[in-house]
């Protein structure tokens, strides 16, 4: 067997000074976000270290993961704050946080960063910060936010032109996104059981409705949460497809657009991996995210991922597709050491 | 074999007659909504009939299905239109039209109906609709929009004291809903492929946080569409529950809510029937409805998901409880003729 990548894994766990800076920052903006902005506190490596040893890097032993590609918290992003410098000065702190990460356990992490959106905002700070990234801290991808104001859904579909300065930076840099939501600030919609699941099925769509990659034949997507309700739905998406005289989906997405393995039951990954062609499967468990403890049937951790991926009906090859080789071609400027 | 019912139909082949009338509501809303309400043009029963002989009739016998549920076609109840004179005479219209089916075809069709919903108002013309067409029409359930505002999510839950009132009513007449919303007016999300899907997700998360039922322990919901994206990530759910310390969903949201089989392959199904209890599941496949059309691997359509059932791994008495027994528990006002 090979290499085990696991392309979606968040900073859920990081020390206590991020979350004081975080409060700090939510301080200034509500006395008017006229102040200047507050300082990080101080974070030694040994915090750092405290943080990841005990959680993703003892989880990562005990399931034989080598390596997570490795993003701030995504409900943490809170692309809803409308102050720009607040965005990028919270997007700057959380991916220097998980550059230290990588530094610290280059052949555990390697780094994705969070991008200083704000809901109808310019995306030229976006651009900067995944620039800066990559190109000085060896970033291999970034996290993208279809919805920045929480669950009002309030931004053009991903087709929209306003995207695309940000998606010549990320062909230029050769990095893929995540599509990925963060808190929802909607009472209607929970975060973890409905918003994620939703933006998941829903930019997925607007994909499918869309004629985005001849535009930009090279830009790559990972729907995370095995692609929401996509693959549960396969016919019916193939049907509306056919009903509505769009291409084929095959054709039209499936060159560009990648699910995760984020589906934490056996049945589940059975179907994702029997109806999605395994070209387009990247492993993945979201560890620690939103799911914890252990399914009393099996004794397992529901987020353990990579025992259903075993157990799945797939060659050897398709598994070594969806642990190593599919994430080594999304994501290039993976190193694995 | 028992009786096969559908519980999940709409009158998507309605006669030009209705759509005029939409048209002419449309019309007085673009002038202001202050003229009076324009009539409904006279739609004959040979009108009626032909709509429905061609169509639904013809694939019934097609596929063995004896009775399907019907109501009022869903993208079309369009509750984001704020007048709630016009709500209330496309609901009664809509409604009458639904009647007029079951009182020409009484052996393969059972009513119903739509509610005059618009986004933040009050209940009571709904409560008043509903009762209307128990009482005096013989309808056996109503759909309910958990989103009027069509994909901007400004309602609240359907755990908050808001809906009670209609509760009570549904409770009184002994009648289940339906959840389903309507067209989607956010460019973001596309009707059929995301918005519907994304609000089963949603209204599922919302009663699985709320403690809805053993305040209406009476209160039955059906969550179309398979349930969205909920039993793709049953373990999803399942985690998320013992994390957040809510209670079992099988014990606090079980007993009052159940899917329909509107998925349209057969994996789709086959994960259904695996993951949720067979007495939460009712035969349905929304024909005609979002997806025409046949799958060229196997020849059949779509949305005939009867087959789906049949080729499932299912005991006798399972398919039975899909196909009847369970549609005549959650709909006990339905007469089989």
Known sequence: MGVIVDIHGHYTTTPPGLGVYHDALHARLGSGATGPLPELPEISDDDIRASIEGNQLRVQRERGIDLTIFSPRASWMEHHVTDAATAQAWARASNDLVHRVTQLFPANFAPVCQLPQVPGGPLEP????????????????????????????????????????????????????????????????????????????TAFMQLVQGDLFSRFPALRFVIPHGGGAVPYHWGRFIGLTNREKLPSIYDNVLGNVYFDTCVYHQP???????????????????????????NPQTGASWDDTKRYIEAAKLTDGDKEQIFELNARRVYPRLIVR
């Open 126 to 201: 976006c651009m900067a910060e995944l620039e800066r990234c990559v190109t000085q801290l060896g970033f291999i991808g970034c996290n993208l936010n279809p919805d920045p104001s929480g669950g009002f859904w309030s931004s053009p579909p991903l087709t929209d032109d306003y995207w695309f300065p940000l998606y010549e930076k990320m062909t230029e840099l050769d990095v893929p996104a995540m599509i990925h939501v963060s808190t929802s600030c909607n009472p209607a919609a929970h975060t973890l059981g409905a918003h994620y699941l939703n933006a998941d099925t």
């Open 268 to 294: 589940g990954i059975d179907l994702l991996t029997s109806v999605v062609p395994v070209d387009n499967i990247l492993f993945a468990s979201e560890m620690l995210g939103a799911v914890r403890g252990e």
